[in-house]
């Protein structure tokens, strides 16, 4: 075969395989309401959606009691008995606490023994946002599940339904719920339903120890099944949390689902119903009703089983097995590995010396990659931030995919030139050994991480005995079973670049992640791109630069904020009740005429001490504003007293504006323990951020205000300072401040209006 006809058909197999694999990776259609009774349909979920999810719904606002209610209505309607849980609730992790009102609903089964599967979303959103992803769909979801689950026989097990309240102000209502509702401890299995964003898979991205009997369940049951082990091992060593987090610790099996598309409408007014990809409702409502069917008539006693290793390959091909089975294939692989290194000696002329190099080769590409990764998206944030159109670069597909480009054209040079000094097989070999290590120790000490490494090499070693590095002209069977052999290793990487791309974004973290897996990728399909570099030569890196250039061009004049993206900020008004001043603060990275007409023109970028948590890595501009009459929160001495250097001060704290959220901050003194309304805060060395300093967040201050409790250390005065936030701005009067425009939107917390106040104890 011809150099121009090999080349030719490898582009033309590389082009059609990954386009391939991510048409394959397609979601399941939403059904119409229509369907039948016993199927799950997004459309008649969606009806539950548009009816608590249009607006934000914030634990504390007068949105949140409206969606409650609705809950609580639509569970009565199905069949079943809803309790509202009001209670105060604490997570140390988060040093958080608030008043919390879960809904909680039990279906019973027919086994008679108590015994439960706790199907879990929660119900509240931010203050920015409708939340019809995070976490709407999951409810709407379980709403409909119920109702299909009703339309059968009864299950052998109960069903709980927990809808948690005050999820985003540090998993609150999961916290309560497993402190003190009694059903908690009937509780045996947990399905989790979750989103960051409002579209993409419904991945399974978390489960609890042990997960084998779990896993095996879900490849049975589930129509569309998504997730790999590598997510849940990362997801381990992550500070990330979801309500799963609070049922694992309390020993609870379960499996965690999320949808993580479109990251742009995360906490924004953009994760509305409107835009909410039904595709991911559906995917939500598939998994959640066939899981629910199969635990519900399960022995929840026998959920236990070795953790498994698992991954998808399109069209939805879900492979598992035992985790224990990864090092004996490893071992395999070495000795594959071995036997090609001898048969290249001689087949090859490829002296040990030479593999040796090929892994030092490696092992430069691999970090040269991450390098090269790491400037090519801070160049692109600094042209954005500096000359370019302001916009968002964190989900751009024409930048990762000219990044991806950049890549491919240095790899591909980067071999050309090592060519003339490295046989091909030898600059493989070298490369498969570094994947052999990390087998090893992916195998020893991330093993749901160890078939990305695993699986490729055992294709790579046969393309590399059987058909590859030839220095005869490449035979058509051999270019055949080359693209045999590369299609799953291709598959693998394009899964794994794109759901690392999804879950990480275009980011100072995620393009080094993602070109060191690209790296990897280059590294592993050596034994056709081999054949694709030595008959296209130059012009393959040369094509790659031009695609590079012409990629850019594309990011550099589509990535603006308009309309359809704007631009998400949080703009603060902060009164410091002691000085009698405040000031306008902003989030925006770089200054708009609206933003403007707060901060100024030339503001100051920093943080807000006293006003934000200091574990809070976010630098504001800040403008002196003018000074608005508000109240100031209070902190009343109710009682004090000193026993053996320990000193206990209770305190009523409240807002006579009503704010619902209050921080509280102890600047002067060391806080020993401290309880809320009764309930113990916790120490400052659980909670998941600590800068030393003792604070905690109450979400939905009751209007008669909270309880709190100090015990610190010795007899001197304790400096307390108190904040209450309120949703929105404060209007200025004689000032015509612009309402925000179209193309800017709220994060997060949204604008807010903050009050500060010292007390010395």
Not at 383 to 404: C, D, K, N
Not at 431 to 451: D, E, K, S, Y
Not at 560 to 566: K, V
Request: proline share 6%.
């Amino acid at each position: 075969m011809g150099d121009r006809s090999a080349a030719l058909l490898i582009v033309l197999f590389l082009m059609l395989a990954t386009a391939g694999g991510l048409y394959f990776e397609r979601l399941p259609a939403p059904l119409p309401a229509s369907s039948g009774a016993g199927e799950f349909s997004a459309e008649r979920a969606l009806v539950h959606l548009n009816a608590f999810a249009k607006a934000p719904h914030p634990i504390g606002s007068e949105e949140h009691d409206r969606s409650r209610d609705y809950l609580v209505a639509q569970l009565s309607a199905l069949g079943v008995t809803p309790e509202i849980q009001r209670t105060t609730a604490v997570t140390a992790r988060y040093q958080a606490a608030g008043t919390v009102e879960n809904i909680v609903a039990r279906w019973k089964g027919t086994s008679g023994a108590s015994d439960a599967v706790a199907l879990l979303a929660h119900y509240d959103s931010v203050p920015a946002g409708p939340g019809a992803g995070d976490d709407g769909a999951g409810v709407a979801a379980w709403l409909e599940v119920l109702r299909a689950l009703r339309t059968g026989p009864p299950l052998r097990n109960d069903i709980i339904l927990v809808f948690t309240d005050g999820e985003e102000a540090g998993l609150l209502g999961a916290s309560a719920f497993i402190a003190e509702h009694p059903w908690a401890r009937d509780i045996r299995a947990v399905v989790n339903l979750e989103a960051r964003g409002n579209a993409g898979a419904s991945q399974l991205f978390e489960t609890s120890q042990d997960n084998g009997r779990l896993v095996e369940t879900f490849a049975q049951v589930a129509p569309h099944p998504s997730g790999t082990s590598l997510t849940y091992e990362i997801y381990k060593h992550m500070p990330n949390d979801t309500d799963m987090t609070v049922f694992k610790k309390a020993g609870d099996a379960g499996l965690n689902f999320a949808f993580i598309g479109n990251w742009e409408a995360y906490h924004t007014p953009l994760d509305n119903p409107q835009r909410l990809d039904m595709r991911s409702l559906q995917h939500h409502g598939e998994n959640g009703l066939s899981l629910a069917r199969r635990l519900g008539n399960a022995d929840l006693t026998q959920l236990n089983e070795r953790d498994a290793a698992f991954f998808v390959l399109p069209p939805g091909l879900f492979f598992h097995y035992p985790s224990s089975w990864n090092w004996p294939l490893t071992i395999l692989c070495a000795a594959m590995l071995l036997g090609v290194m001898f048969f290249a000696g001689g087949a090859f002329e490829t002296r040990w010396s030479g593999i040796a190099g090929g892994s030092l080769v490696c092992v430069g590409m691999l970090l040269l990659f991450a390098l090269l990764s790491l400037c090519f998206v801070r160049a692109v944030q600094w042209l954005h931030l500096r000359w370019l159109a302001e916009g968002s670069t964190l989900q751009s597909i024409p930048y990762v995919l000219s990044m991806f480009a950049v890549l491919a054209a240095v790899g591909t040079a980067l071999y050309l030139w090592l060519r003339q000094k490295l046989t091909g097989a030898g600059f493989a070999l070298g490369g498969f050994l570094l994947i052999l290590l990390a087998a090893m120790a992916t195998a020893r000490w991330l093993p749901g991480g160890n078939f990305v490494f695993l699986w490729p090499l055992l294709a790579g070693l046969i393309a590399t005995g059987a058909a590859a590095f030839r220095p005869e002209k490449l035979a058509p069977g051999s270019l055949l079973l080359l693209f045999l052999l590369s299609l799953p290793v291709l598959l693998i990487f394009v899964s794994l670049l794109r759901g690392f791309f999804e879950a990480l974004g275009f980011t100072l973290l995620g393009a080094p992640v993602i070109g060191l897996l690209f790296a990897l990728f280059f590294i592993v399909m050596l034994p056709l791109l081999d054949a694709l570099i030595s008959a296209g030569r130059h012009y393959v890196p040369s094509g790659a630069l031009v695609l590079a250039v012409g990629l850019f061009a594309l990011g550099a004049t589509t990535t603006r904020y308009s309309n359809a993206h704007p631009k998400p900020t949080m703009l603060s008004y902060a009164l410091d009740a002691d000085s009698g001043k405040a000031v306008w603060a902003s989030t925006a990275s770089r200054l708009d005429p609206w933003t403007a007409q707060y901060v100024g023109t030339s503001p100051t970028r920093g943080k807000l001490a006293g006003f934000f948590p200091d574990w809070l890595p976010i630098e504001f501009l800040q403008n002196p504003a003018p000074l608005v009459s508000l109240a100031a929160p209070e902190a009343q001495l109710v009682e004090s007293s000193v026993a053996e250097e320990v000193r206990t001060i209770h305190l009523r704290i409240t807002s006579p504006r009503h704010a619902r959220g209050l921080m509280v901050s102890v600047a002067q003194g060391k806080v020993l323990e401290a309880s809320v309304n009764g309930h113990s805060l916790g120490k400052t060395s659980e909670a998941r951020w600590s800068a030393g300093r003792w604070s905690f967040d109450y979400s939905n201050a009751p209007d008669e205000g909270i309880d709190l409790l100090l015990r610190a250390q010795g007899a001197a005065p304790v400096r307390l300072g108190v904040t209450d936030r309120t949703a929105g701005v404060p209007a200025i009067p004689e000032a015509n401040l612009a309402p925000r425009p179209a193309d800017s939107m709220p994060f997060q917390w949204g604008d807010t209006t903050m009050v500060r106040k010292t007390f010395v104890f």
